[in-house]
């Protein structure tokens, strides 16, 4: 291998940090590791750096005299292929663990924060294990299809428009106990269309009750097939808020159970807080008709609004879901640990279940298990699947969980 050969697959790191000296100590650890390295004062030395070298990895101070490290992370979100970030700073902790939760929801493919006076041998470890691999990671962005009114109502004549369940599992045993049934739109001729693009535009042109009966009726028939055997299992659908406020909605739910002979307890409605606090009056009014019924209601993507204790006082909820944008990252993140833990406390005094979603590893289950929560469901376990998919995932899983127990979940990631 020659040596321009050698130096193009040798990590190159960015330091970014006014103090020369520090800069100084990081280098040497990058060379002692065999890391290559160059150093930026400035934030505009780095900006000018970043944009004509692609780096593995970028440490940064956060302050950087007039200029901050929090200008800098905004660009490295616009790269294409973005480097490994690790935060630098002397701010307290809560500071620190703030930038890193920016990164990440800035488009920054990963971050860690170190504080200052820095650790030599803990930035020696985040450089030799966090691989940065966030290149491989990204893709080209297909166009977004120009999805139209007619293609949806066609989509939804055609039955273009299907269920995938995502398993949700009791965290203590391992049993599946529900699942959550997302829309999918697979078209033959714009191909997979994302809902975030289809949703909104079935709310805008109408289209959203056709959509959710389709996918209620799908959920209802999964839930009468599973619930021939576990009498307990409870699929749960979403209700768009404009659905709220259409008085028929609640007779048309009753009358979907009632012709596929699939009991109310079977059935969960998850509502998001800005759903409910959409017209609070029209949403109690339905919310109340359909927990008379016997239909569970569960406030989904909890702590993400801005009055989410309001919500909770006044709706007759009996599932509070924990959003992923808290349970992704608590093990590391202490702050966001005391959401997820204050929001089972919260939950458990209003005699509520708590789910927690978005749980990417055993460790997150563990953990979560151990604070009480009840329910969970993410990639750790599955993503979400067609219907005979799910039915044979479950088998499966159920299968292996009867012959090894519990253990062996909890010591290996599962697909």
Not at 175 to 194: F, Y
Not at 346 to 362: F, H, L, P, Q, W
């Amino acid at each position: 291998m020659t040596a321009a050969e050698i130096e193009s697959v040798t990590p190159l790191v960015l330091i970014v940090d006014d103090d020369r000296m520090q800069g100084r100590l990081i280098g040497e650890v990058c060379s002692r590791i065999g890391y290559r390295s160059m150093f930026a004062a400035s934030y505009e030395t780095a900006a000018e750096l970043i944009a004509t070298t692609s780096f593995s990895y970028v440490t940064i101070d956060l302050a950087l005299g007039e200029r901050d490290g929090i200008e800098l992370l905004r660009l490295i979100a616009q790269l294409q292929v973005r480097p490994f970030v690790i935060v630098i700073s002397g701010c307290e902790q809560r500071i620190l663990n703030a930038a890193v939760r920016l990164a990440h929801s800035s488009g920054v493919c990963d971050a860690v924060a170190l504080p200052k006076p820095i650790e030599l041998a803990a930035l020696r470890k985040v450089l030799l294990t966090a691989r940065c691999d966030c290149g491989a990671q990204q893709r080209p962005v297909r166009d977004q299809a120009v999805v139209t009114a007619a293609d949806l109502d066609a989509a939804v004549g055609n039955g273009e428009i299907y269920a995938a369940f995502q398993p949700k599992l009791e965290l203590s045993t391992g049993k599946v106990v529900g699942c959550e049934a997302l829309a999918r739109w697979d078209s033959p001729t714009l191909g997979p269309i994302g809902p975030d693009l289809f949703i909104p535009l079935a709310e805008g042109s109408g289209a959203i009750k056709a959509v959710t009966l389709q996918i209620l009726r799908s959920a209802l028939q999964l839930a009468r097939e599973i619930g021939r055997d576990d009498a307990e299992f409870v699929v749960a659908v979403n209700l768009s808020a404009t659905l709220l406020s259409d008085p028929a909605i609640t007779e048309d739910i009753g009358g979907l159970l009632q012709q596929l002979d699939v009991p109310a307890r079977s059935l969960m409605i998850e509502i998001t807080e800005t759903t409910a606090m959409g017209d609070v009056s029209l949403a109690m009014d339905t919310l109340l008709r359909l927990r008379i019924k016997g239909i569970g209601i569960s406030m989904d993507d909890f702590g993400t609004g801005y009055s989410s204790m309001s919500v909770l006082a006044q709706m007759p909820f009996c599932e509070l879901k924990i959003d992923r944008s808290f349970v992704g990252g608590c093990l590391t993140d202490p702050d966001l640990w005391k959401v997820v833990a204050s929001s089972v406390t919260i939950a458990r005094s209003y005699n509520m279940k708590t789910v927690a979603e978005g749980i990417e590893d055993v460790a997150t289950w563990q953990a979560l298990a151990g604070l009480g929560c009840d329910a969970g469901q993410g990639f750790v376990f599955s993503r979400a699947l067609p219907h005979d998919a799910f039915l044979a995932w479950c088998d499966d899983w159920h299968r292996r969980l009867r012959s090894d127990g519990l253990a062996p979940w909890m010591t290996r990631r599962q697909a």
